[in-house]
């Protein structure tokens, strides 16, 4: 099972950080990850991942992640091995009850489905976009309980 989780966060990376339009180029994408795979199971993880296409500001059609109006690509983009020893969790910042949490392009979704399911008593629900997190949390909790809650939770958070 690890395996396809590797690959799909390399999918992830691979679609966050290049214009990909066709199967084909994701196929070969991820083989020069070292993911050799078939069409048909490319497209069960993209359908798992719930991957669509959207036009780009070139005007092609290329794959994008979940919950994005105006996908934001990764301007100089680095291989996906590099880029995931780098963990996803950049930042949190609090307002109130309302914490703002940064991640790097394409880690959004994961690690907000990972706070949901963990069902953390400081926090009542979260909202993922493509590189950020809005997280709300109960009336009385501290920022320093949600951010031990969170530290078990988010991978390399501090």
């Given amino acids: 099972m690890r395996i396809k989780k590797d690959r799909l966060e390399t999918l992830r990376m691979i679609i966050s950080s ?3 339009g066709s199967q084909e180029e994701l196929l070969a994408a991820l083989q020069e990850e ?7 199971t490319l497209s069960r993880d993209l359908k798992q991942l ?3 296409k959207a036009a ?4 092609n059609y290329v794959y994008v992640l979940p919950n994005v109006a105006m996908y934001k690509r990764v301007s100089s983009p680095a291989q996906v091995k590099e880029m995931m020893q780098v963990p996803g969790f950049l930042s949190i ?11 790097r392009p394409g880690y959004a979704s ?3 489905y990972n706070i949901d399911a963990s069902n953390i008593p400081y926090i009542l629900g979260t909202i993922a976009g493509d590189d950020t997190i809005l997280i709300v949390c109960t009336e009385n909790s ?3 309980d949600v951010v031990a809650a969170l530290s078990k939770v988010v991978p390399n958070m501090v």
């Fill in 18 to 20: 290049r214009e990909m």
């Fill in 34 to 40: 070292g993911f050799k795979l078939t069409q048909a």
């Fill in 56 to 59: 780009s500001m070139g005007g």
């Fill in 93 to 103: 910042n609090f307002s109130g009850n309302i914490g703002v949490i940064k991640t």
């Fill in 50 to 52: 719930k991957v669509a």
């Fill in 142 to 144: 501290s920022e320093h």
């Fill in 110 to 112: 994961s690690i907000a």
